[in-house]
């Protein structure tokens, strides 16, 4: 069997660049094989990435303004797909997840909607992403899959997460209970069985709350906008953590929901970090204390949503996205978690900094050979279902 060369496209909620992933898949699911050729992260043009920002910090625009921005991103990410290929073979498709600008999962609405329809109706989800995949088929000339949330949306589920079935045939293990933890603006988690009778029903997958989303905004704030991340994690490994405004946050509502479930920056986003400031200014805290702070938060959310909703502790947590870099996040999570051992995908062998990329290069295979790319238990999707939109290059260009 020839593999199928297919470049994955990523931009997160930190909103930090568009991950870019060439890589050769073969196989379909426990014979799943993906090679990452070639891997890179092209930033933003700054005045767009200011201006995505904006909108999820819900900034008023007009819909000529949404459309502008829309095509804008598309034309970065279908640059950052024809700058992946130079020194390669060329690709045949393209998974472009997109630039998540809105999300809102799914809820049970005890009122009348605004524009009408009855008591107690369910309310599906909604999550909006701009970087049109007809546009990227447009400019590359290559197949482009995008959209993959909404099919899972449509009946029903969270569109989110969508990668621990990619997890599942990448990274489980014969005898070992596992948690892929996803460190972007925000923290995902697959839980993964081991690979016995039923296992991939079993698996469990959910947003943990924030990972970098409220670190780089505070980072932005204290450094008057010259810093955009803390790199390793030094400067909140500067400061000392205050437990008691830990324990104070961690009282929100959102940690205590049963999976599945599904946040954004709509929650963990500007305004949730100024009130965590002005919650600190009682306790004194100086900027490194406050990082420390925060940076506890994100560690001791993802081990409590672990402690109250695995049915069981993994014997290993393998961590990816931007946050697995963050040295001071990971020697956190190390003594929350105890004895769990905590490493990194790279060193099981997948890439930790784009294995989201990775993801969706997969999902889009998975959508030619019209195989489901959901997992219901892990989005709350009625049933498993074939994800993305199709855009096919057509005519001349």
């Given at each position: 069997m020839h593999p199928t060369r297919v470049i994955g496209l990523m931009s997160g909620t930190s909103v930090d660049g568009i991950d870019a992933a060439l890589v050769e898949i073969v196989g379909t699911d426990l014979d799943l094989k993906v090679e990452l050729l070639a891997g890179e992260t092209y930033p933003y043009p700054a005045e767009l990435r200011e201006r995505i920002l904006a909108i999820c910090a819900d900034a008023a625009i007009s819909m000529a303004e949404l459309a502008e921005i829309d095509d804008a991103i598309a034309l970065v990410f279908a640059q950052a797909a024809q700058n992946i290929q130079v020194g390669h073979p060329p690709a045949t498709l393209i998974g472009s997840h997109g630039q998540t600008v809105y999300h809102r999962p799914p809820h049970f609405s005890g009122q009348v909607g605004r524009w009408g329809g009855g008591e107690n109706q369910p309310s599906l989800g909604y999550s909006l992403q701009l970087g049109r995949g007809a546009v990227i088929a447009r400019l590359t000339g290559i197949t482009t899959i995008s959209n993959f949330r909404v099919a899972d949306i449509a009946i029903g589920g969270h569109g989110a997460p969508l990668v621990p079935r990619v997890d599942a045939y990448l990274l489980s293990h014969p005898q070992e209970g596992r948690c892929i933890q996803n460190i972007g603006g925000i923290s995902n988690v697959a839980y993964l069985p081991p690979r016995r009778d039923h296992w991939l029903a079993q698996i469990r997958g959910w947003d943990t709350g924030p990972g970098n989303s409220l670190l780089d905004l505070a980072v932005q704030h204290f450094s008057n906008g010259a810093k955009s991340y803390d790199e390793n994690g030094s400067w909140a490994a500067s400061g000392t953590p205050c437990y008691p405004l830990v324990e104070q946050w961690l009282s929100q509502d959102y940690f205590h929901l049963p999976p599945p479930k599904s946040t954004g920056r709509e929650l963990f986003g500007v305004t949730y970090l100024h009130q965590c400031l002005q919650d600190s200014q009682a306790?004194?805290?100086?900027?490194?204390?406050?990082?420390?702070?925060?940076?506890?938060?994100?560690?001791?959310?993802?081990?409590?949503?672990?402690?109250?909703?695995?049915?069981?502790?993994?014997?290993?947590v393998l961590l990816c996205g931007g946050g697995s870099q963050n040295l001071y996040l990971k020697h956190r999570l190390e003594l929350l978690l105890g004895k769990v051992a905590v490493l990194t995908t790279d060193e099981v062998g997948l890439s930790a900094a784009f294995k989201e990329a990775i993801a969706f290069a997969v999902l889009a295979y998975w959508k030619q050979l019209g195989i489901p790319g959901n997992l219901p238990a892990a989005t709350g999707a009625d049933q498993e279902v074939v994800l993305g939109e199709v855009h096919q290059v057509?005519?001349?260009?």
């Open positions: 306790y004194q805290l100086s900027p490194a204390d406050v990082l420390a702070t925060l940076t506890e938060l994100t560690a001791a959310s993802i081990v409590y949503s672990y402690r109250n909703f695995l049915p069981r502790m993994p014997e290993r057509t005519g001349d260009w």
